[in-house]
């Protein structure tokens, strides 16, 4: 019996090589596609074929992952591949990209008779590259048995969050607002203390094993205290995740100014640090200690 063939567009990136590394290792028949091709080339040492466009990864594949940087990347290349879809196929949406882009990849999938689920992940490269990320997905629930070995192979755990589309997006944009606010105010808390003549390590330890703790918090405060922004997740793609929440607060006319303030400093930061991890804000609070 032929392996389950999974397109996956955007095999390249951050978050997209692992994922792809991690579905091929798993056993499944991975055709790879990323914009810079050189960027997906090391998925060859892993059994994945590597190909030079959308459309040939997506012919005759049996499940489509997109993993792009925004929705319009998303869109763009689906355009030029979803006709390319075998019958019967299943899209797999999983990068971050709010509601409204999720209701027109919903739409295209409808006008060409794909299936469509709409499976947002949290976490960032470390857990990418080990496997461990959340799936939270929403859509049909007669295609989760076909999906199931995707889903094992990047993730420690599935969320089946709804039977519609876009639930599950709504749901990473409610995580997404937790994590932006806690690096957030990491970075600032840590400046504070600095500003304050305090060794910021105190406060970390002040709250460490408590009910104020955060694995997060010790994370990200470690990194800004060694001054190592390598990127887990950048400063410009947390602006881009944050406007897409202020974009559905606004569309629901909800009173919560916290994220616009988070983005609005975050990206403040973007044109020195943009590159660098999304804790890297700090440096917008404590250009002194620069």
């Known amino acids: ?22 579905i091929a290792r798993a056993g499944l028949d991975v055709r790879a596609w990323n914009r810079t091709r050189d960027k997906a080339e090391p998925l060859s040492d892993d059994g994945a074929t590597v190909v030079d ?10 499940a489509i992952v997109t993993m792009l940087a925004d929705g319009d990347a998303v869109l763009e290349s689906m355009r030029d591949a979803i006709p390319k879809a ?26 060409h008779d794909v299936a ?43 969320m089946w969050v709804g039977d519609e589309p ?4 709504r749901l990473k944009l409610v995580t997404n607002s937790w994590v932006l606010s806690v690096v957030e105010a990491s970075a600032e808390t840590l400046a504070l203390a600095e500003g304050l003549d305090l060794d910021p390590r105190l406060f970390l330890e002040a709250v460490g094993g408590g009910p104020l703790d955060l694995g997060y918090l010790q ?19 947390a602006v881009k995740d944050a406007s897409l929440v202020e ?3 606004q569309r629901r006319e909800l009173d919560l100014p916290l994220l616009r303030t988070v983005r609005e400093r975050m990206a403040q930061g973007v044109p020195d640090h943009g ?15 620069s």
Not at 166 to 169: E, K, L, P, T
């Open 1 to 22: 019996m032929s392996r389950v063939v999974v397109a996956v567009l955007g095999a390249g990136g951050t978050m997209g090589l692992p994922m792809a590394r991690n």
């Open 53 to 62: 466009t959308a459309a040939e990864a997506v012919d005759g594949a049996d």
């Open 86 to 111: 075998a019958a019967g196929s299943i899209w797999v949406q999983m990068s971050t990209i709010g509601e409204s882009a999720t209701e027109r990849c919903a739409d295209l999938a409808k006008e």
């Open 116 to 158: 469509f689920l709409d499976a947002p992940v949290l976490g960032t490269k470390a857990p990418a590259e080990q496997g461990n990320l959340l799936v939270m997905a929403s859509g049909d629930a007669s295609l989760r048995d076909r999906v199931e070995p995707i889903f094992d192979a990047v993730g420690q755990r599935t």
């Open 166 to 169: 876009g639930i599950a997006s």
């Open 219 to 237: 994370n990200k405060g470690k990194a800004i205290l060694e001054r190592n922004f390598e990127p887990a997740f950048t400063l410009e793609l």
């Open 247 to 249: 974009e559905s607060i």
């Open 275 to 289: 590159d660098e991890d999304m804790s890297a804000t700090y440096w917008t609070s404590a250009p002194r200690s």
